[in-house]
């Protein structure tokens, strides 16, 4: 049965992931995640399911101890924010090379480099064009409430196993520290079998199994990118999730994710009100991006404003999706700052209505 | 007279004395002649053979000489990214406890890059095997100073000899990682005589053994050459290897029983 509960955006992720039947968690404290590896530590998961917890001596080890508890086909989760996800980028680049998966949470903090602990949404460039060294991309989930943070533990294990592929949860420092009530999926067995590719030891009379991103011979290498490829344009066709809030008679859109969407949906009754048909397209998975969305909606508003807590980075790819055909621009707040529901509408007027 | 005795007389399997451990691939190995690792890597595999721990051994490899250790050993294996064996292998113990897992590691990769990953898995105490294969070099690259690479001693970026005052001393890590309370067995062997390869089997044999005590981590590491990248033919190599380099890494047990040897 399901349970109702209020926690942090934070917690809710741990003991999602506890239910989920979640194997391991290595982690490395910092803010606004520690309580992720805090709760788990807390709730003794090991008692619980038998689930493994480590606070490990660096991202770097902590995604590495990850990249080898997902080789044995375990489910594997991983947290941090924007400095340690930074770390983790090289092993993260490992797993997808070989194949791996794995969840990997980033609470995301205003940077660049130390940067601050308020809320920011500057890492969406690293997180969905790849983030380490190679052609390959994360499944990125980006959820907007404290349930969502809990659901998407699930659907990110999920999509990780359906597709051999590390997911990601892109979130920021407000979700992770706000409260709401939540409710949570009843617990789920930990896996007794495992995926054929896993090393568990090998069998007698079968292959050894082998986990490796290496191959020195470069067409062999060529072929399992392509490889690599194929199953992203078929997370393309399959995974796109978004939310659509006033659209249909929407002749301005405004694009966002996450804590801006959350912003987004008051600037959208005061633009109402005001008399402004606006529409909200709130991107769920920001890989894969939902390009053919944006692109119909294109065809029917007269201008999109993407906002972001960033220096705008989704309005990239919104204007890829758009292919000129009306205008879009970006509005955000940096380095930990909130924008207000009022300053969205005031550049929705001023960069996309009047502009 | 009595008849002749062929070479298919001869080759049957009651008269069969040795015979190439079944843990060992047939793929042919990539080092160089006179190269350690290829002894090393059999001695390992005797051992998983005589202990009768095939299906039970999942291996970590390095980035290094080394990378395509997978290629040979028939057991179940991982590739690490550099120096980052221990924290793979911290992560597969504690999900199979039940499992034999070890890594296998060069200088650069166990004592510059993954210094952090080494010294944390030793002190957490986790019960896994490391095999440290130290030549003093970085070889696959090509000769580059190593971490271990003694003083005055040439590589391709110390032309001129280390410098110690200009690019730091050697690190002796297979002394600072018997320090720690988390480390049950930490032995230092060498591969280039017969006697000698009978002692590392049996130091290997231990440090496999310990998994099953629980009580922490061991650490076999191996004195070896690196001919080519030391500029030497193979015999020289170990020559200057008995000359050079056991003098500043004497072998011997270090830490045994997680006491510390006389």
């Given at each position: 049965?399901?349970?109702?509960?209020l926690?942090?955006g934070?917690e809710?992720?741990?003991?999602?992931?506890?239910?989920?039947?979640?194997?391991a968690?290595f982690?490395?404290?910092i803010?606004p995640?520690?309580?992720?590896?805090?709760?788990?530590?807390?709730e003794?998961p090991h008692?619980?399911?038998?689930?493994?917890?480590?606070?490990?001596?660096?991202e770097?080890?902590a995604i590495?101890m990850?990249?080898g508890g997902?080789a044995?086909g375990?489910?594997?989760?991983t947290s941090?924010?924007s400095?340690?996800i930074s770390?983790?980028?090289e092993?993260?680049?490992?797993?997808a090379?070989?194949?791996?998966?794995?969840?990997?949470v980033?609470?995301?903090r205003g940077?660049?480099?130390?940067?601050?602990?308020?809320?920011s949404?500057s890492?969406?460039f690293?997180a969905t064009k790849?983030g380490g060294?190679?052609d390959y991309r994360?499944i990125v989930?980006?959820?907007?409430?404290v349930?969502?943070?809990a659901d998407?533990v699930?659907?990110?294990f999920d999509?990780?196993?359906?597709y051999?592929?590390?997911?990601?949860?892109?979130?920021d420092?407000a979700?992770g520290?706000m409260?709401e009530?939540?409710?949570?999926?009843?617990?789920?067995p930990?896996m007794?079998e495992f995926?054929?590719w896993?090393?568990?030891?090998?069998?007698p009379?079968?292959?050894?199994r082998i986990?490796?991103?290496?191959?020195?011979?470069?067409?062999m290498?060529e072929?399992?990118?392509?490889?690599?490829?194929?199953?992203y344009?078929?997370?393309e066709?399959?995974?796109?999730?978004?939310?659509e809030i006033?659209c249909e008679?929407?002749?301005y859109?405004?694009?966002?994710?996450g804590t801006s969407?959350?912003?987004?949906?008051?600037?959208?009754?005061?633009a109402r009100?005001?008399?402004?048909?606006?529409?909200?397209?709130r991107p769920i998975?920001l890989?894969?991006f939902p390009?053919?969305?944006?692109?119909e909606?294109a065809?029917k508003?007269?201008?999109?404003?993407?906002?972001?807590m960033?220096a705008?980075?989704?309005?990239e790819?919104?204007?890829i999706s758009?292919?000129?055909k009306v205008?879009?621009d970006?509005?955000?707040?940096?380095?930990g700052?909130i924008h207000?529901?009022?300053?969205?509408?005031?550049?929705l007027?001023q960069?996309?209505?009047?502009? | 007279?009595?008849?002749?005795i062929?070479?298919?007389?001869?080759?049957?399997e009651?008269?069969?004395v040795?015979k190439?451990?079944?843990?060992l691939?047939d793929?042919v190995?990539?080092?160089c002649p006179?190269c350690?690792?290829?002894?090393?890597?059999r001695?390992i595999?005797?051992?998983i053979e005589?202990?009768?721990i095939?299906?039970?051994?999942?291996g970590?490899?390095?980035v290094?000489c080394?990378?395509?250790?997978?290629?040979?050993?028939?057991v179940?294996?991982?590739?690490a990214?550099?120096?980052?064996?221990p924290?793979?292998?911290t992560?597969?113990?504690?999900?199979?406890p039940?499992k034999?897992?070890f890594?296998y590691q060069?200088d650069g990769?166990l004592?510059a890059i993954?210094?952090a990953?080494?010294?944390h898995?030793?002190n957490r105490?986790?019960n896994f095997t490391?095999?440290?294969?130290n030549?003093?070099?970085?070889?696959?690259?090509?000769?580059?100073?190593?971490p271990?690479?003694?003083?005055?001693?040439?590589?391709?970026t110390?032309p001129?000899g280390?410098d110690?005052k200009?690019m730091?001393?050697p690190l002796?890590?297979?002394e600072l990682?018997?320090?720690?309370?988390g480390?049950?067995?930490?032995?230092?062997q060498?591969?280039?005589?017969?006697?000698?390869?009978?002692?590392?089997?049996k130091?290997?044999r231990k440090?496999?053994?310990?998994?099953k005590?629980?009580?922490g981590?061991?650490?076999?590491?191996?004195?070896?050459?690196?001919n080519?990248g030391?500029?030497?033919?193979p015999v020289?190599?170990?020559e200057w290897m008995v000359?050079?380099?056991?003098?500043?890494y004497?072998l011997g047990?270090?830490?045994?029983?997680?006491?510390m040897?006389k």
């Amino acid at each position: 049965m399901k349970e109702l509960k209020l926690l942090k955006g934070n917690e809710a992720i741990s003991e999602a992931a506890i239910r989920a039947g979640a194997d391991a968690y290595f982690g490395y404290p910092i803010t606004p995640q520690s309580e992720i590896l805090e709760y788990l530590m807390a709730e003794k998961p090991h008692e619980r399911t038998g689930m493994v917890v480590l606070q490990a001596e660096s991202e770097v080890a902590a995604i590495n101890m990850v990249y080898g508890g997902a080789a044995c086909g375990r489910k594997i989760l991983t947290s941090s924010s924007s400095p340690g996800i930074s770390l983790k980028q090289e092993g993260l680049s490992y797993i997808a090379g070989s194949e791996l998966p794995c969840l990997v949470v980033n609470v995301v903090r205003g940077g660049p480099g130390l940067g601050t602990i308020q809320p920011s949404q500057s890492d969406y460039f690293q997180a969905t064009k790849g983030g380490g060294h190679g052609d390959y991309r994360l499944i990125v989930l980006a959820p907007s409430s404290v349930q969502e943070m809990a659901d998407f533990v699930k659907l990110g294990f999920d999509l990780a196993f359906k597709y051999r592929n590390p997911a990601m949860i892109l979130t920021d420092g407000a979700i992770g520290q706000m409260m709401e009530k939540v409710w949570l999926e009843e617990q789920q067995p930990r896996m007794t079998e495992f995926p054929e590719w896993a090393t568990t030891g090998k069998k007698p009379g079968k292959e050894r199994r082998i986990v490796t991103s290496l191959d020195l011979d470069s067409a062999m290498q060529e072929k399992f990118n392509r490889k690599l490829q194929e199953k992203y344009r078929k997370m393309e066709e399959n995974e796109v999730r978004f939310e659509e809030i006033d659209c249909e008679d929407a002749e301005y859109l405004l694009v966002a994710y996450g804590t801006s969407a959350r912003i987004c949906q008051k600037s959208v009754k005061i633009a109402r009100e005001k008399g402004i048909k606006v529409g909200l397209l709130r991107p769920i998975t920001l890989f894969p991006f939902p390009k053919n969305k944006i692109k119909e909606m294109a065809g029917k508003v007269k201008g999109i404003l993407s906002v972001e807590m960033s220096a705008g980075q989704m309005v990239e790819d919104i204007r890829i999706s758009v292919e000129g055909k009306v205008k879009v621009d970006h509005f955000g707040r940096m380095g930990g700052i909130i924008h207000s529901s009022e300053e969205i509408v005031t550049a929705l007027e001023q960069k996309i209505i009047g502009g | 007279m009595a008849e002749q005795i062929t070479n298919k007389d001869i080759a049957r399997e009651e008269n069969l004395v040795f015979k190439r451990t079944g843990v060992l691939t047939d793929k042919v190995m990539h080092y160089c002649p006179g190269c350690g690792h290829g002894t090393v890597h059999r001695l390992i595999a005797e051992v998983i053979e005589e202990m009768n721990i095939q299906s039970d051994c999942i291996g970590v490899t390095p980035v290094g000489c080394s990378v395509l250790m997978y290629n040979y050993l028939d057991v179940d294996m991982q590739e690490a990214a550099h120096g980052r064996a221990p924290a793979l292998a911290t992560a597969i113990k504690r999900l199979q406890p039940d499992k034999f897992v070890f890594t296998y590691q060069g200088d650069g990769d166990l004592a510059a890059i993954g210094t952090a990953e080494t010294i944390h898995a030793a002190n957490r105490g986790e019960n896994f095997t490391i095999f440290f294969i130290n030549n003093g070099i970085y070889g696959m690259t090509g000769g580059q100073m190593a971490p271990t690479t003694l003083p005055e001693m040439k590589s391709s970026t110390s032309p001129y000899g280390r410098d110690v005052k200009m690019m730091g001393n050697p690190l002796k890590m297979t002394e600072l990682v018997a320090q720690l309370p988390g480390t049950y067995y930490v032995t230092r062997q060498a591969v280039h005589t017969p006697r000698d390869v009978r002692k590392a089997k049996k130091a290997i044999r231990k440090a496999f053994e310990n998994q099953k005590l629980e009580k922490g981590l061991s650490l076999v590491e191996i004195v070896s050459n690196c001919n080519s990248g030391w500029k030497m033919t193979p015999v020289q190599a170990n020559e200057w290897m008995v000359e050079n380099m056991f003098p500043f890494y004497p072998l011997g047990d270090l830490k045994v029983d997680g006491e510390m040897a006389k």
